[in-house]
């Protein structure tokens, strides 16, 4: 998606250890109109899929997966990554191993919205080694739901995760694919 | 609002311990077409204010917030919980107790998206004890920006955070106050 990569390009800082800073207009500050562009691109990509429900992580999968339902006309269901005593019932949990906090965590969605009925498009900010996405499809396929897709708005393409995730037979799309970036010169290119 | 309080009446579920829960729709699962509602009714109550930028907290507030600045079509800032790889620089940071998750946080924002001429609305989905609100409002302070206003999707009007705020002057509209609630009958009445 053009645009989205323009705006990486434009705002998107390089930093050592293949981090992208994406936080001015993706994933600490929002630039909700570029979301509404991402959600209908999604639209686009996903609307012969019969998708019901959208499924996200939290925190910073929210903002691009609600934007998005609005075009899906669908509800967002977003997993939890600790409990609390808003969570009660029966849930689905999975393990999943995070880059940016160094820890391993419990990503928890209650059963009562995964139902084997739904046909779920996962949608997040970032794909790297894909370990976030690997627990959300751990969860939806824990309630036998189906995974229509999964929808990105930034793929680090020199890292594993969508070769993965495509290599099972999952429909991963990506609106910018990263496919080298240098934290000397700050330069960063695409996949086309 | 009437459509959030009939959507509380007939969605939400009264606990002991006064929790209400609003998770089918609110904070677990989300209604975005809901959201779109109140989105609207935010922008039409606090319009009269020249907002540039909405600040909402992690992560249950992030949906409500995106989906409301597309109305005000300003950018939102979520303030986070935890320190990661991708929260570098100089940050704001303001104490929090949380009443869900029984312990002390940080809010952390980072300096560069909150900023002295900054008028800021300050959005999240609950107002109860009132902490995580003057969290933020104690960020929003210690820019120097100015706090125009906040908007709750659900407050608990029993509880002290909506009166502390309103004694300060900060302009404060919620959607839906619940005046009382019993957690034996299930009944819910709101203030009028």
């Known amino acids: ?9 434009k705002d998107g800082i390089v930093k050592p ?34 998708v019901n429900k959208i499924l996200t992580i939290e925190a910073s999968g929210i903002g691009i997966a609600c934007i998005a339902a609005q075009y899906f006309q669908v509800p967002v269901v977003f997993a939890k990554k ?13 393990k999943v191993e995070s880059f940016t906090h160094k820890r391993v965590y419990d990503v928890i969605v209650a059963k009562k919205f995964l139902k084997e009925e739904d046909r779920v498009l996962i949608i997040d900010d970032f794909l790297a080694n894909g370990c976030a996405v690997a627990g959300l ?6 309630a036998g ?48």
Chains 1, 2 share one sequence.
């Open 82 to 94: 600790s409990q609390s005593i808003n969570l009660d019932g029966e849930q689905y949990v999975a």
């Open 17 to 50: 250890g293949n981090v992208l800073k994406v936080d001015s207009f993706l994933n600490h500050q929002m630039d909700v109109e570029l979301f509404g562009e991402m959600g209908k691109e999604f639209y686009r990509l996903f609307r012969d899929r019969k």
């Open 145 to 192: 739901a189906a995974v229509e897709g999964v929808g990105i708005a930034v793929e680090k393409g020199f890292q594993d995760g969508g070769r993965l995730l495509r290599s099972k037979g999952i429909r991963v799309e990506s609106l910018a694919i990263v496919e080298s970036m240098d934290e000397r010169t700050g330069e960063i290119q695409f996949r086309s």
């Open 1 to 9: 998606m053009r645009l989205l990569e323009e705006r990486i390009r």
């Open 137 to 142: 499809i751990d969860l939806v396929e824990a």
